[in-house]
Every structure is written in structure tokens, then in C-alpha cells.
């Protein structure tokens, strides 16, 4: 719990083992790579290894639109995850181009009013680091509505939400 130095060191040997297994261009490959890139992305300092997170993300990206097409879901987490390792490192027009992406598959494939779409409305915070504070509140407002729908008004999730919400009060214009 917590230990992402540990984490990354066993998700690097399953690498190994499932590159070994599958070969290095398998889905099951791919799903790793999402895991470990968010894990360089944990680590702890406050950039973490987002290069390396973004590295790893792009290689997984490519493997699942082989094997599944451009639009599908499993795609859309890897596309957000992506989106957010850019934003880590300061491009947050790429960021926003990422996540607008997911949000159309998974609005596409789950409706808008999902919880998976609840998530990925963090790109709110895209639009807010680049300027756009209004769209940045409409977003991440839409995202607490969707979680007080599905959970409550009282669970942790929506006391807790996506960071970005939490920032909604003190952030911006």
C-alpha cells in the first residue's frame, strides 16, 4: 500500500515476463505498460518520472489501436492517462487534445452521464491551464454532478473526486 518504488520494480518483472510470454506487441503487454507508466508517474518527487510515464503510455497507446481500433474503451483509459502524463509535464494543450478524445469514446461507448466520464472531465483542468477558467468550472462542475448522482452526496468519492475538482474552489480567476 503506497510503496510505488515496489510497485514499479514488480510491474517491471511482469513486463518481462509477459514480453517474454506474448511478445513485445501483445494487449496483455500493453496493460502492463499503462501500469507501469502511471507507477513512474507515482514515485513520489514532485515531477516523478513523467517522461519515462509518457514513454510508456505512448508504446501501450499503439499496441491497443492495433489490436483494437481507435475507438475503443480500453483505448480511452490509455488515451486519458496519456493526456494527464502530458499535462505532468507542462504541455496542456496536449493534454486537452488527449482527454477531449477519451471523453468522446466514453461518452460514445458508456453515455454522458457515466462515472468513467465523471473521471475524465479532469479535463477541465486543461482548459484551466490554458486560460479557458470558465470551461475548466463547467467541466469539473458536470463530473460532481455525475458522482453525487451515482454515489451520493455524502460518499468519499464525492468529497474526494478527481484532484482537479478539489482545486475547483482555490484555483483560477
Do not use: C, M
Not at 500500500?1 to 514480453?19: F, P, S, V, W
Not at 470558465?134 to 454515489?151: D, F, G, H, S
Amino acid at each position: 500500500l503506497g510503496d510505488h518504488r515496489q510497485k514499479k520494480t514488480l510491474l517491471e518483472r511482469a513486463l518481462k515476463i509477459e514480453e517474454r510470454e506474448y511478445g513485445p506487441d501483445h494487449p496483455e503487454v500493453a496493460a502492463i505498460l499503462t501500469n507501469l507508466g502511471n507507477a513512474h508517474g507515482d514515485l513520489g518527487d514532485p515531477l516523478g518520472d513523467h517522461q519515462q510515464k509518457k514513454t510508456l503510455l505512448e508504446r501501450a497507446l499503439k499496441i491497443e489501436e492495433r489490436e483494437y481500433g481507435p475507438d475503443h474503451p480500453e483505448v480511452a483509459v490509455t488515451l486519458a492517462n496519456l493526456g494527464n502524463a502530458h499535462g505532468d509535464l507542462g504541455d496542456h494543450r496536449q493534454k486537452k487534445t488527449l482527454l477531449e478524445r477519451a471523453l468522446k469514446i466514453e461518452e460514445r461507448e458508456f453515455g454522458p452521464d457515466h462515472p468513467k466520464v465523471a473521471v475524465t472531465l479532469d479535463l477541465g483542468n486543461a482548459h484551466g491551464a490554458l486560460g479557458d477558467h470558465q470551461q475548466k468550472k463547467t467541466l469539473l462542475e458536470r463530473a460532481l454532478k455525475i458522482e453525487e448522482r451515482e454515489y451520493g452526496p455524502d460518499h468519499p468519492e464525492v468529497a474526494w473526486g478527481t484532484p482537479g475538482r478539489r482545486r475547483l474552489s482555490w484555483s483560477g480567476p
